[in-house]
């Protein structure tokens, strides 16, 4: 499985952003996808993440809940994450993560996401 995450920028408080994570390869091993981040000097942390399944629950963080928004594309084999009112703190690099049905993680590479005036 490969993730590739696309989307990370430079927004001002308040701001959104989107990001986009696309599975290939051996898609049909994913059972979910996420998205974590790792802030400046700190350890990684989940954001947000989504059952693949049709009908597929979510599970956000609660610093996520009421601004970010996880959801899924299955014909695109993608994943998105819309970031509303963004904040400085949300300033980290955020991870693409694909768990397979054994619980073996994916990731894909980090994108910047710098909340700054």
């Known amino acids: 499985v490969q993730l590739q995450a696309s989307g990370g920028g430079l927004v001002q408080p308040g701001g959104s952003l989107r990001l986009s994570c696309a599975a290939s390869?051996?898609?049909?091993?994913?059972?979910?996808m996420g998205w974590y981040r790792q802030p400046p000097g700190k350890q990684r942390e989940l954001v947000a993440s989504?059952?693949?399944?049709?009908?597929?629950?979510?599970n956000y963080a609660e610093f996520a809940k009421g601004r970010f928004t996880i959801s899924r594309d299955n014909t695109k084999n993608t994943v998105y994450l819309q970031m509303n009112n963004l904040e400085p703190q949300d300033t980290a690099v955020y991870y693409c993560?694909?768990?397979?049905?054994?619980?073996?993680?994916?990731w894909g590479q980090g994108t910047q996401v710098t909340v700054s005036s």
């Open positions: 390869g051996s898609i049909f091993s994913i059972n979910s």
């Open positions: 993560n694909g768990r397979e049905y054994n619980g073996y993680n994916f």
């Open positions: 989504v059952i693949v399944a049709a009908g597929g629950s979510t």
